[in-house]
C-alpha cells in the first residue's frame, strides 16, 4: 500500500491514544509520506489535538517542498464517539482526557484551510478494509478491531452506517453474558469487550493460574499482554489456551448476532488480537457458525488485510465519499 511517488490526494489522520498517525493517500488507496507521533494523551486533549494539527501541516508541507499538488481534503478517524454531521467528539473514554466535546472537524478545517470529515476510528478501518483490503468487492461488511477494547464499524451498502445519532456500531458493547456478568469500561456489564479483547484474555488467564504460577513463569500481571500468552499457549500450557479459547468463543457469539441481524457477505477482524493467528481465527469461526443462523453462517470471517494503514486508508476514502 505504500508507493512513494506520485500526487497527493487526500490527507488523512488517525488519531488515537497511543499515537497520531498522518499520510497523504491517493484515491486508490495508496499511501504516501506516512508519518507518526506519539498522541502524549496524558497532557489533555487540547494537546493531542494540537499534535495532530502539526503532524498534518508538517506533511502539508512536506508534499509541497516536493512539487506535488495539494490534498483536496482531510479526512480523519478518531477516538470516541463522534457525530458525523459536525465532527464533534460527542464522548470519549479517559484514555484521552478532555477529548470529549473538542470540534475536531472545524479545528482541523480551519488550521489546514481544507475541508476535513470526521469519523470514529472503528468506522473507517472497516470503510478501509471494505475498498482496499480484507472486504474487497463486497457491499456489506462488518469490521472489528479487538485488542485493549472491541471496536468497530458497520459498512451497509458500501458507505458507513451510523445510525439515528451517528454512533451506531459499538460492537464491543453487544451483551454476551447475562448471568453475574462482569462490569465493562462503558458503565454496563456483560459486553463482549469485557470477554473477549485483550485485557479479557489475561484477566481470564490469571485466574487459572495458581498465585505463585505468574512468577515461576516471568510474567509481570500488571504488564501481561496476549501475545505472551499465546505464546505460553504454543508452547502447551493449559491455562493460556483455555483463555484464548474463551475469549475466540465469546466473540464468536458476538460475531453470531452480528450475522444474524446484519447479514453481512464479510466480517474482518483486525487488532492485536487477531495477531494470535490461524489459530485463534479458526476457534472465533466454529463458535460463530455454531451460533449463527445456518442461512447466514456462511459469511467470510477474515483477518484484516491492512493492519494499521486501514485507518489512514479509511479516513481517506471517508473524504472521497463525502466531498
Known amino acids: 500500500m505504500h508507493d512513494a511517488n506520485g500526487p497527493a490526494g487526500v490527507l488523512a489522520l488517525d488519531i488515537g491514544g497511543t499515537k497520531i498517525a498522518g499520510a497523504l493517500v ?4 495508496q499511501i504516501r509520506l506516512a508519518r507518526a507521533v506519539p498522541s502524549g494523551a496524558q497532557d489533555g486533549g487540547e494537546a493531542v489535538l494540537g499534535r ?4 498534518a501541516q508538517a506533511i502539508q508541507k512536506e508534499a509541497l517542498d516536493a512539487g506535488w499538488p495539494a490534498p483536496r481534503a482531510a479526512g480523519v478517524g478518531s477516538a470516541g464517539d463522534i457525530d458525523p454531521g459536525t465532527g464533534t467528539v460527542r464522548f470519549a473514554t479517559a484514555a484521552i482526557p478532555g477529548w470529549t466535546g473538542l470540534l475536531l472537524r472545524e479545528r482541523i ?7 476535513a470529515f470526521v469519523d470514529n476510528d472503528g468506522n473507517v478501518m472497516a470503510l478501509g478494509e471494505t475498498l482496499h483490503g480484507a472486504g474487497r468487492g463486497s457491499r456489506h461488511v462488518i ?3 479487538v485488542g485493549t477494547g472491541i471496536g468497530g464499524g458497520l459498512i451497509l451498502n458500501g458507505r458507513i452506517y451510523h445510525g439515528a445519532d451517528g454512533i451506531a456500531g459499538a460492537v464491543g458493547h453487544i451483551i454476551v453474558e447475562c448471568h453475574e456478568p462482569r462490569p465493562c469500561v462503558c458503565g454496563g456489564s456483560g459486553c463482549l469487550e469485557a470477554y473477549a479483547s485483550g485485557p479479557a484474555i489475561a484477566g481470564d488467564f490469571l485466574r487459572r493460574l495458581g498465585a505463585d504460577e505468574p512468577a515461576q513463569l516471568g510474567l509481570a500481571p500488571e504488564r501481561l499482554r496476549v501475545r505472551e500468552i499465546a505464546g505460553l499457549a504454543r508452547q502447551g500450557y493449559p491455562a493460556a489456551q483455555a483463555a484464548i479459547r474463551q475469549g475466540a468463543a465469546y466473540l464468536g457469539a458476538g460475531i453470531a448476532s452480528l450475522l444474524n441481524l446484519l447479514n453481512p457477505q464479510v466480517v474482518v477482524i483486525g ?9 485463534y481465527l479458526a476457534e472465533v469461526r466454529r463458535a460463530a457458525q455454531g451460533h449463527a443462523k445456518r442461512s447466514v453462517a456462511g459469511a467470510a470471517i477474515l483477518p484484516a488485510a491492512l493492519g494499521t494503514d486501514a485507518n ?5 476514502e471517508l473524504a472521497w465519499q463525502s466531498l
Open 26 to 29: 491517493a484515491p486508490g488507496g
Open 271 to 279: 487488532g492485536g488480537v487477531a495477531q494470535i493467528g490461524e489459530s
Open 312 to 316: 489512514l486508508v479509511g479516513a481517506a
Open 109 to 115: 478545517a480551519a488550521a489546514l484551510s481544507l475541508p
Open 52 to 55: 495532530a494539527i502539526a503532524l
Open 143 to 145: 469490521g472489528l478491531t
